[in-house]
């Protein structure tokens, strides 16, 4: 049973247009969450995180928002650029103890295609 | 400076054989992680290590799976008679180990493929 999915196997937006990635979780244990970005051959590269006591986070052109109620997360980019065209995953990651395993639950990814 | 690294950056072998793959993590990482990333799927946690020891292990999928870190740097993946459902991409990442969450830095992976 997947804790973290992403509903949207695939996203297509115009440059300059707003690109918006969902992602929901079942465990409410998690209270980390992340995007991460990754290119054919690569590994995945962090993008933005939010923690659970927070309901958003910018960076840049990036802003990621939660809603702890509905267990749902979102990235928003704006504006969009043919760059920006990876798959993104949504990951999250539960409260441990110092020190501890902050291993990453990951959904499917979403792949993002930005056309110019 | 220099990322994480992994080698093997493709291995084939056939079913039955034995494969070891290595991650060299950014230095002063204590964290190191091992995932698996299968086709049309996202990464899937393997296994943990705090320093030398495998401080988390619950991903291993079954006993042919074994990672060992001796010295707290390199680590490596070691998998026993491979099957072809072991055919995926190995991620590793290493984070340091602070307050707050740390974030892991991945490296390219390995594809696994095995006939």
């Known amino acids: 049973d997947q804790q973290v999915k992403q509903n949207s196997p695939s996203l297509s937006v115009q440059e300059g247009r707003i690109s918006i990635l969902n992602c929901d979780y079942t465990n409410s244990m998690f209270d980390y969450f992340l995007w991460y970005k990754k290119y054919p051959a690569e590994g995945p590269t962090f993008l933005i995180s939010?923690?659970?006591?927070?309901d958003k986070n910018e960076d840049g052109r990036f802003t990621v928002f939660l809603n702890k109620s509905a267990k749902h997360l979102s990235l928003h980019i704006v504006p969009s650029q043919p760059g920006d065209s990876a798959v993104y995953f949504c990951a999250a990651s539960e409260e441990l103890e110092q020190g501890g395993s902050e291993k990453l639950v990951f959904g499917k990814g979403t792949k993002l295609t930005v056309n110019p | 400076g220099a990322g994480v690294s992994q080698t093997p950056s493709n291995k084939v072998t056939e079913k039955g054989k034995y494969v070891e793959l290595r991650c060299d993590p950014i230095?002063?990482?204590?964290?190191l992680y091992w995932y698996r990333q299968s086709l049309g799927q996202g990464p899937e946690f393997l296994i943990y290590f705090q320093g030398t020891g495998a401080a988390d292990d619950s991903g291993l999928p079954n006993d042919r799976f074994f990672a060992v870190r001796p010295e707290g740097s390199v680590s490596t993946l070691k998998i026993q008679r491979t099957e072809r459902g072991d055919s995926a991409v190995y991620l590793c990442?290493?984070?340091?180990?602070?307050?707050?969450?740390?974030?892991?830095?991945f490296g390219p992976g390995t594809r696994l493929t095995v006939l």
């Open positions: 990442a290493s984070s340091l180990l602070a307050g707050g969450y740390n974030e892991q830095f």
């Open positions: 230095s002063g990482h204590t964290a």
């Open positions: 939010i923690s659970s006591i927070k």
